[in-house]
């Protein structure tokens, strides 16, 4: 039996036991949220999940799969404390970082490393001075072999 979070008096769907021999389709929607926040952790945003897939997977309406994200989204600000947002935030920082390297996004990756640290900024995280945040950047890419610099040649 699922938990109930005793600041919001929700369902904490992290402690759900999601059943492996039973079809999506007869989930109940405590089972179906607890796969959908483990889809939506894996991906790193509730963005990337496609409503209307999920909805033939479940067999629910697409309607249905919104207020679960809806539910979710609302029970990660609850559930989630800023040391664990943090870390998950980190974490998709990170997973968006390499898979657009490894899709040779260079340019839009440094765009990104910039844009994360605007936010940790706007957060109180990091100063506004960010000269080592700069600089950690430089060093993955140099890590990665790259040079965030360097201008497309053009033909």
């Known amino acids: 039996m699922a938990k109930k979070s005793k600041a919001t008096n929700t369902i904490d769907y992290m402690q759900v036991q999601i059943p492996e021999d039973l079809p999506q389709r007869r989930y109940n929607y405590i089972q179906r949220r607890a796969e959908l926040l483990q889809e939506i952790l894996q991906t790193g945003s509730s963005k990337l999940l496609v409503r209307k897939d999920l909805a033939k997977v479940y067999g629910v309406n697409k309607s249905t799969i919104s207020r679960d ?20 935030i980190n974490t998709a920082f990170i997973k968006i970082y390499h898979q657009m390297i490894q899709n040779g996004e260079i340019k839009d990756a440094w765009k990104v490393v910039k844009e994360f640290k605007d936010y940790l900024q706007e957060l109180g995280i990091l100063p506004k001075s960010a000269e080592q945040v700069e600089h950690i950047g430089d060093v993955i890419f140099k890590i990665e072999g790259m040079d965030p ?3 497309d040649e053009e033909d």
Not at 71 to 77: I, K, Q, R, S
Request: hydrophobic letters at 40%.
């Open 69 to 88: 994200i809806q539910n979710l989204e609302e029970y990660m600000a609850d559930a989630f404390d800023q040391s664990s947002a943090k870390a998950l």
């Open 149 to 151: 610099d360097e201008d």
